[in-house]
């Protein structure tokens, strides 16, 4: 299998954003810090002089340390949505690991962080072009236990057998992606299956219960070999139309 990487993908983009904000305000934080440090160092030497304006002194102490103590939250709240952000780069990390680790030939192109040309919808985590039709692979790093109704996804509350809903958009998102791919594609005259995924890519996901027709294979990123290999193969596809297929997609190998 051969992987083609064109962007940064969305959760890497996050993360890096939310990395270099963290690290300015954690860096003003510490800088108001030290500041605050230094006026309370001049305040206790020089205190006999101060002692008219030490009220003064000791607002702008609260002041500064008000100001620090904030910037540094601040700071770690950005550094926690990066961490939230570096999760989703390591379930797409772990769908291309597993996949190679499965010996998928070199007749299959996983294309990471692909965007549908002409359109507004986010870019798709990984497209999987090979003899068994295309395969729209969208990477989730949740972890729990998980049911899927339709288009929702529903979450296990803990110690209860109770379920929330976790997001009504996933499925709807992914399905869109496929219509969109479909339509692209037979602009080109070209018309091929295509498969959308909904792939869990924690180590402490558990999908109980498939509910309805979701219109989107759901699964652990473990099964997804599996369930790739029990496609069909098409006795049409072949290196013309591989050819065919990344010329129209705007892909150089």
Known sequence: ????????????KKGDFY???????????LFIGLITLLVIFLFLKYNQVLAKHSIWFLILIIILAILSTRFIKKSEFYFFKRDIADKGTIGEKRII???NESNFSDDYIAIKNYKIPETRIGDIDILLIGPKGIFILESKNYRGVFRVSETDVYKKLKFRKSYRLLDKEIIKQIKQQKELLEKFLERANIKIPIYPFLVFTSNYAIIERIIGHPGV????????PQKIFSIERLNFYNDNL????????????
């Open 97 to 99: 690991q597993v996949l």
């Open 242 to 253: 591989k050819a065919q297929i990344l010329l129209a997609l705007g892909i150089k190998e």
């Open 19 to 29: 990395d270099i904000k963290g690290k300015r305000l954690g860096i003003i934080g």
């Open 217 to 224: 294979f759901v699964c652990n990123y473990k099964d997804l």
């Open 1 to 12: 299998m051969r992987i083609i990487e064109l962007d940064k993908s969305y959760s890497e």
